[in-house]
Nanobody, 121 residues
């Protein structure tokens, strides 16, 4: 089993920045891909960003491209999401996700409890 714990959420004004962190523990050797999803009230959970096992490949949701950056540090079993130029529509609960497969998806095996990000206008 893998446990994921997010941190770094909070309230920020539009145009500001936040950095989310996610620490993995447990059977971390089984983890390959890691990423972030988010879910706003009344909306489906959507992929924000994902990163490959070695950190060399990443992908982003269209709405965050150019504003968010995902990274990981395998020595710390951690993944990060640097969010800049935040907009009110970025307001959501952000979930860290990990998967033994090469990609993350809504069906991924391991999820954090979520951290709230609120962007005020």
């Amino acid at each position: 089993q893998v446990q994921l714990v997010e941190s770094g959420g909070g309230l920020v004004q539009a145009g500001g920045s936040l950095r989310l962190s996610c620490a993995a523990s447990g059977d971390t050797d089984c983890i390959s891909a890691m990423g972030w999803f988010r879910q706003a009230p009344g909306k489906e959970r959507e992929l924000v960003a994902a990163v490959s096992w070695n950190g060399q490949q990443s992908l982003y949701g269209d709405s965050v491209k150019g504003r968010f950056t995902i990274s990981r540090d395998n020595t710390k079993n951690a993944v990060y999401l640097q969010m800049s130029s935040l907009r009110p529509e970025d307001t959501a609960v952000y979930y860290c996700v990990a998967d033994p497969r090469m990609v993350v998806s809504k069906d991924s095996d391991y999820w954090g409890q979520g951290t709230q990000v609120t962007v005020s206008s």
